[in-house]
């Protein structure tokens, strides 16, 4: 018996449920095969295009970092403390 033919047979045992269930599994497996892993150099691409960009928003020019660090310490009780 070939190997499909196995499964099939398996399959058609299985309550339609569980037969979706293995469908949605294959179908996963399918898309994950079919796409390719980055290679190391367009991974290092796409990490400093993000970085420039991040750069370029400069996220934290409006913050104060004395302030925020008080900020921050304030909002926390020291233990030992009352």
């Known amino acids: 018996m070939k190997l499909d033919q196995a499964i099939q ?4 045992k299985f309550p339609l449920p569980l037969q979706s269930a293995v469908l949605d599994y294959v179908l996963y497996l399918k898309q994950k095969t079919g796409k390719q892993s980055p290679t190391d150099s367009e991974r290092r691409k796409s990490l400093a295009s993000a970085l420039e960009k991040a750069v ?5 020019a409006k913050v104060d ?11 926390r009780a020291l233990p030992g403390r009352d």
């Open 9 to 12: 047979q398996l399959l058609e």
């Open 56 to 60: 370029a928003m400069n996220p934290y």
């Open 65 to 75: 970092p004395v302030a925020w660090v008080r900020e921050q310490r304030d909002e």
